[in-house]
């Protein structure tokens, strides 16, 4: 299945809002505390999709991008080997109108296997209607000491193509010559950068976004560095620029 939908000149940006659930309110504030407000920035910014959970798409999508449905997920209250198993089913998805579903698997979790099994069949069923499966990729667990190791991410990355997903989500190394090896790892299968908490400074951010494009991922998947922003609007802008545009980041923020 193609992600073109998700694609403007074979770049995309995503707008990743599942983090009520994975982390707790505590990581919103009075303003993006309402997922209306992120479907209107989704819209509003031109992203080329949101993500959503399950509950959140039911009652605030309306159509006005592309949707990723989160079919998987878990808390931070749950310590040990992490896990996150189906929540929603495909058809579900499918019919609240998502052109893609997502899928969080730990690698390296004592769990791995559980989560592999589970993507094999979600993708096998996305792909029959028509939709894309997108691998949420994070190393970790007991095993994991570094998930931003270049090999580790290469892995990850290689992992995602192994088992057809149709883009891997994963973090950056921190410098693009590695990173083109992880991206060369994951074939066929699109690169998307995970965004990470928000980074000590815009432009600390906007350089790993160069970074990850100049080592050829198609784009991010990103959250907090944009609802957390003061102006999540201008940020909106700020990216398209530096990725759909493909400018630089001095040029990026020339606004
Ligand atoms: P952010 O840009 O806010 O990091 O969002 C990306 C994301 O993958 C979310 O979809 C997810 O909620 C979160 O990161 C998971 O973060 P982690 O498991 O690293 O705490």
Same mark, same amino acid.
């Given at each position: 299945m193609s992600m073109e939908v998700f694609l403007e000149n074979g770049r995309g940006i995503l707008l990743a809002y599942d983090q009520g659930l994975e982390h707790g309110p505590t990581d919103l504030n009075e303003r993006n505390v309402d997922p209306a407000s992120i479907m209107g920035l989704a819209v509003s910014g031109r992203f080329n999709g949101v993500v959503f959970?399950?509950?959140?798409?039911?009652?605030?999508?309306?159509?006005?991008?592309?949707?990723?449905?989160?079919v998987n997920?878990?808390?931070?209250?749950?310590?040990?080997?992490?896990?996150?198993?189906?929540?929603?089913?495909?058809?579900?998805?499918?019919?609240?109108? +998502?052109?893609?579903?997502? &899928? %969080?698997?730990? /690698?390296? @979790?004592?769990?791995?296997?559980?989560?592999?099994e589970e993507f094999g069949r979600i993708q096998e069923e996305a792909h029959k209607?028509?939709?894309?499966?997108?691998?949420?990729?994070?190393?970790?667990?007991?095993?994991?000491?570094?998930?931003?190791?270049?090999?580790?991410?290469?892995?990850?990355?290689?992992?995602?193509?192994?088992?057809?997903?149709? +883009?891997?989500?994963?973090? &950056? %190394?921190?410098? /693009?010559? @590695?990173?083109?090896?992880?991206?060369?790892?994951?074939?066929?299968?699109r690169v998307f950068m995970s965004g990470g908490p928000k980074a000590p400074s815009e432009v600390d951010f906007l350089t790993q976004v160069r970074g990850v494009l100049d080592a050829g991922a198609a784009g991010l998947a990103v959250g907090r560095n944009v609802w957390q922003n003061s102006d999540p609007?201008?940020? +909106?802008?700020?990216?398209?620029?530096?990725?759909?545009?493909d400018r630089s980041v001095e040029e990026a923020v020339k606004i």
């Open positions: 959970q399950k509950g959140l798409a039911e009652r605030y999508y309306d159509g006005g991008v592309p949707l990723i449905l989160k997920g878990k808390t931070n209250l749950v310590k040990g080997e992490p896990l996150a198993r189906q929540n929603c089913s495909v058809k579900r998805a499918h019919e609240i109108g +998502a052109k893609g579903v997502g &899928y %969080t698997i730990y /690698v390296g @979790s004592a769990h791995e296997s559980i989560m592999f209607l028509g939709m894309a499966a997108i691998a949420w990729i994070y190393p970790r667990g007991e095993a994991i000491k570094n998930d931003t190791a270049p090999e580790i991410v290469a892995y990850a990355a290689r992992t995602g193509l192994e088992l057809g997903a149709d +883009a891997v989500k994963i973090k &950056y %190394t921190g410098d /693009v010559q @590695s990173f083109r090896w992880a991206v060369k790892s994951a074939g066929k299968a609007s201008r940020m +909106a802008r700020v990216l398209r620029r530096l990725v759909i545009e």
